[in-house]
């Protein structure tokens, strides 16, 4: 039978945290600012205690195990730079949020551990610190090791979601699942209650950098016993947040977008993904081997996992600068899918999500290897959430209409029928309305099925095998 190792031997409770995390969302945007204190330890009811937790009991957000006596439980949050902005755009009212943040490098501010202690009185500890991460072995619920991962490498989301369906909690679990990245050299004497905070420059200890899932372990240095164990997030140093950070504009033809970031550190390439779903971002299809691609190869494996996922993606170059460089604008002019053709929105009432991925820079151009294979960087979940995507104000037709519709279209319910009233056996396609193909085939009948309202367009080859397009729609 499993036991729990946790605690067996001592009522010590700590807890773990680090101060930085990804926070990825489908269409949602998350920030939180805190003020940065020096590393050392804070007594329970200290001021720097009730900063640092908000209350004075123990922040906790996730809970990791239970031993028959204990529990442990533990949150990691960002702790984002202190040259980020709030209130940045000047149409704050429109939104609840509004801000730019982003994280220092460490070698700038160094990313910070955070350990609870609640140590019963008269009693000490000896106590190791480590970081951990996944070994490339480990399934970790088939998101790194699994056949259906498109190049053998893990999916994003082993770093979008960290934690496994049976919890790791044992010192066997830790040998065989996990790689000890870093161990903090000083043996801390523990002896009270409060909190613990330790910088840590966001390497290995053979200054490998890391862009992956960190767990946090505590040994008694003198029993070499595992005390302590939390499952943590991920620490991807190029996070960055902005909200809204995306302003659409419309043209007579075609629809322009403006993208508002702020970061501090070098950056080799910069893309932005226009979608109607982020979270395929984490699919079979989208691994680190395709991230370290960039931005095209994140959309065709968005595209591969749902056709229409994303609409258009571009390299952002050339921003204008504000805030003495730290904000950067970057114009995306008339935004073309990825059939080469304007994006138009299906209705007036379209939202879309904007993702960007940055591709870290060493200094002197070249990409920042990992420790576990995914180039430095970040993949944001949605900038700004969901963005209303306005339609041309001159936009009278359809992408590139035919000239003559010679073909008869009819709408039912479960499809479209080619020449209801003749006979068709031509070849047909089936595309969203920003190009991207969806079905293919051939004979008279279209199906619909599984597909969303909207506007659709259907390409034909009549009689003398010119092709037609015919601008459909869902309802």
């Given at each position: 039978m499993?036991t729990?190792?946790?605690?067996?031997?001592?009522?010590?409770?700590?807890l773990?945290?680090?101060?930085?995390i990804?926070i990825f969302?489908?269409?949602?945007?998350?920030?939180?600012t805190?003020?940065r204190?020096?590393?050392?330890?804070?007594?329970?009811?200290s001021?720097e205690?009730?900063?640092l937790?908000g209350?004075d009991?123990?922040?906790?957000?996730s809970?990791f195990?239970?031993?028959?006596?204990?529990e442990?439980?533990?949150g990691?949050?960002?702790l984002?730079?202190?040259?980020s902005?709030v209130?940045?755009?000047?149409?704050?009212?429109?939104?609840k949020?509004n801000?730019?943040?982003?994280?220092?490098?460490p070698?700038?501010t160094?990313?910070?551990?955070?350990?609870?202690l609640?140590i019963?009185?008269?009693?000490?500890?000896?106590?190791?610190y480590?970081?951990?991460?996944?070994?490339?072995?480990?399934p970790?619920?088939?998101?790194?090791?699994?056949?259906?991962?498109?190049?053998?490498?893990?999916?994003m989301?082993a770093?979008q979601?960290?934690g496994?369906?049976?919890?790791?909690?044992?010192?066997?679990?830790?040998?065989?699942?996990?790689?000890?990245?870093?161990?903090?050299?000083?043996?801390?004497?523990?002896?009270g209650?409060?909190?613990r905070?330790i910088?840590w420059?966001?390497?290995?200890?053979?200054?490998?950098?890391v862009?992956?899932c960190v767990?946090?372990a505590?040994?008694?240095?003198?029993t070499?016993k595992i005390?302590?164990?939390v499952?943590g997030?991920?620490v991807?140093?190029?996070?960055?947040q902005?909200?809204?950070?995306?302003?659409?504009?419309?043209g007579?033809?075609?629809?322009?977008?403006?993208?508002t970031?702020a970061?501090d550190?070098?950056?080799?390439?910069?893309?932005a993904?226009l979608a109607?779903?982020l979270?395929?971002t984490?699919?079979?299809?989208?691994?680190?081997?395709v991230?370290?691609?960039?931005g095209?190869?994140?959309a065709a494996g968005m595209?591969?996992k749902?056709?229409?996922?994303?609409?258009?993606?571009t390299?952002l170059k050339n921003p204008?600068?504000?805030?003495?460089?730290?904000?950067?604008i970057?114009?995306?002019?008339?935004i073309?899918?990825l059939?080469g053709k304007?994006?138009?929105?299906?209705?007036?009432n379209t939202?879309y999500?904007?993702?960007?991925?940055i591709?870290?820079?060493?200094?002197?151009?070249n990409v920042?290897p990992t420790f576990?294979?995914?180039?430095d960087?970040y993949?944001?979940?949605?900038?700004?959430?969901?963005?209303?995507?306005?339609m041309?104000w001159?936009?009278?037709?359809i992408q590139?209409?035919?000239?003559?519709?010679?073909?008869v279209?009819?709408?039912t319910a479960?499809?479209?029928?080619?020449?209801p009233?003749?006979?068709?056996n031509g070849?047909?396609?089936l595309t969203?309305?920003?190009?991207v193909?969806?079905t293919a085939?051939?004979g008279?009948f279209?199906?619909?099925?599984?597909?969303p309202?909207g506007?659709?367009?259907?390409?034909?080859?009549?009689?003398?095998?010119?092709?037609e397009t015919?601008?459909?729609?869902?309802r």
């Open positions: 499993r729990n190792e946790i605690f067996k031997s001592r009522m010590i409770v700590i773990f945290a680090v101060a930085i990804s969302g489908c269409g949602g945007v998350f920030a939180q805190e003020k204190l020096p590393a050392g330890f804070y007594p329970k009811g001021p205690y009730l900063f937790s209350t009991t123990t922040l906790a957000s809970k195990f239970r031993s028959s006596d204990y442990v439980e533990g990691v949050y960002p984002v730079s202190g040259k902005f209130g940045y755009f000047p149409y704050q009212d429109l939104y949020e801000f730019l943040t982003f994280v220092d490098p070698s700038v160094p990313y910070q551990v955070k350990i609870w609640d019963p009185e008269g009693e000490s500890l000896n106590a190791i480590s970081l951990y991460t996944y070994k490339s072995t480990f970790q619920d088939n998101k790194r090791v699994s056949q259906y991962l498109v190049d053998g490498t893990p999916s989301q770093i979601e960290c496994t369906v049976v919890p790791l909690s044992t010192q066997e679990d830790i040998d065989k699942d996990l790689d000890k990245i870093y161990e903090f050299s000083t043996v801390y004497h523990e002896t209650n409060g909190i905070l910088d420059d966001g390497k290995t200890s053979d200054g490998q950098t862009r992956d767990i946090f505590a040994h008694d240095k003198d070499g005390i302590g164990y499952g997030g991920a991807e140093g190029y996070r960055i902005a909200r809204p950070g995306v302003e659409f504009i419309a007579p033809t075609s629809i322009s977008a403006k993208i970031l970061y550190r070098p950056v080799r390439r910069i893309w993904i109607t779903n979270c395929v984490g699919s079979e299809y989208v691994t680190f081997g991230v370290n691609q960039g095209p190869a994140i595209n591969k749902q056709p229409g996922a994303a609409l258009a993606v390299e204008t600068l504000d805030m003495d460089g730290l904000v950067k970057f114009e995306w002019n008339d073309t899918g059939d304007p994006v138009i929105p299906p209705d007036e939202d999500l904007m993702a960007i991925d591709e870290g820079d060493d200094g002197h151009g920042i576990t294979g995914l180039n960087g993949l944001t979940g949605s900038v700004g959430g969901w963005i209303h995507f306005p041309p001159s936009y009278t037709g590139n209409p035919a000239a003559d519709d010679k073909t279209i009819e709408t479960d499809g479209f029928i080619i020449e009233k003749g006979s068709y070849e047909w396609m969203s309305s920003a190009g193909k969806l085939g051939k008279s279209v199906s619909t099925s599984g597909l309202q506007v659709y367009f259907l390409t034909v080859s009549n009689s003398q095998g010119v092709k015919h601008k459909v729609i869902v």
